[in-house]
């Protein structure tokens, strides 16, 4: 009893006293910093490392029977270092799943991953898979070249067979008006070492001219087989017809037909595609010779808009729209 009654004591209100005029702020404020020392002087004697306390109302039936805790599988990490103590495979406070999924709800929304304390989200992997795309593409027209003044009697077998010394090729596409005295061609290395040397045969008799050899400034783009000409006719148009990329969103269909017709030559029919999902927009262009088609492969890199296009022949026809039927 002696001991509860000193404790008692000790806890026990002082007598009152007056105070002296303008000595309750001081008084308050003194009261004010001893009760934060003595909460900090409590919070200092917690153990930081002890197993989160999960009451028995919010247990799952699993959760009651305690399993030996790894602190790998766990993440904890030593005070101060800055780690969330987290559930495997949820990102979220251990026993807590209500706790787990609103903060995973949270990182969600900001773009974040799982459990959004060091994710980088959405957003960032698509920036990533952006640039990606874009290095693989320009590493491929490293590996490309264009070839012209090819004999119309040369195959595309021919051609990689003249090619093939050079390196390994992964593909022969072979372009332009099959009934032209002349086409053009794009070959495709392994290798930027096989482009290189490629360059080397400018000038080999193949048939009955000399083929030019240059750095492409394209690659050969995959086709859709379901996209391909379908008849002799459809072949002809692919043979006039070009493929525009990276076109300026403020360019119209207007300006880019007056583009290619001031340097190229007539334009016989123009598709302008794209979305409000990219920045930039496609077309096919079918010009009225094929000729004009060849020429305008050179177009590619000239800046229009603000943006440097890219041309590459077309291996699908720009074909009529269907009539839309109307609703009744």
Avoid: W
């Avoid at 105070?19 to 001893?34: H, Q, V």
């Avoid at 109302?57 to 030996?68: D, E, G, H, I, M």
């Avoid at 960032?124 to 003044?149: F, H």
């Avoid at 969103?249 to 007539?266: N, R």
């Amino acid at each position: 009893m002696a001991v509860v009654e000193a404790a008692a004591a000790d806890h026990a209100a002082p007598p009152l006293q007056e105070e002296a005029p303008g000595a309750g702020a001081g008084a308050g404020a003194d009261a004010g910093e001893r009760e934060m020392r003595d909460l900090e002087d409590l919070l200092s004697k917690l153990n930081p490392m002890a197993e989160e306390f999960v009451p028995p109302s919010l247990a799952s039936p699993a959760a009651l029977t305690p399993a030996p805790l790894s602190p790998a599988a766990y993440g904890f990490y030593p005070a101060g270092a800055g780690f969330a103590v987290a559930s495997p495979g949820h990102g979220g406070v251990v026993g807590f799943p209500a706790v787990a999924d609103a903060h995973a709800a949270r990182g969600r929304k900001k773009g974040g991953a799982g459990g959004g304390f060091s994710g980088h989200g959405h957003p960032a992997r698509r920036r990533t898979n952006s640039r990606t795309s874009m290095a693989q593409r320009d590493e491929i027209i490293r590996r490309t070249v264009y070839v012209s003044d090819i004999d119309h009697q040369v195959t595309e077998e021919n051609l990689a067979a003249l090619f093939i010394n050079c390196g390994q090729v992964v593909d022969c596409r072979m372009c332009g008006d099959p009934n032209s005295v002349l086409r053009f061609a794009f070959i495709e290395f392994t290798d930027e070492e096989g482009a290189r040397a490629a360059l080397n045969l400018s000038g080999t008799v193949l048939g009955y001219y000399p083929v030019r050899v240059l750095p492409s400034k394209t690659a050969i783009a995959p086709v859709n087989p379901t996209f391909l000409p379908r008849s002799d006719d459809e072949r002809e148009m692919c043979a006039r017809t070009i493929y525009c990329t990276n076109i300026d969103k403020k360019v119209t269909q207007a300006d880019l037909k007056l583009f290619f017709e001031s340097i190229c030559g007539e334009v016989f029919r123009l598709r302008l595609l794209g979305d409000y999902h990219h920045s930039t927009r496609i077309a096919f262009v079918e010009f009225v010779m094929a000729e004009s088609a060849t020429a305008a492969l050179n177009c590619s890199g000239v800046i229009l808009g603000s943006l440097p296009i890219r041309v590459s022949p077309s291996k699908t026809p720009v074909r009529p729209r269907a009539p839309r039927q109307l609703m009744h």
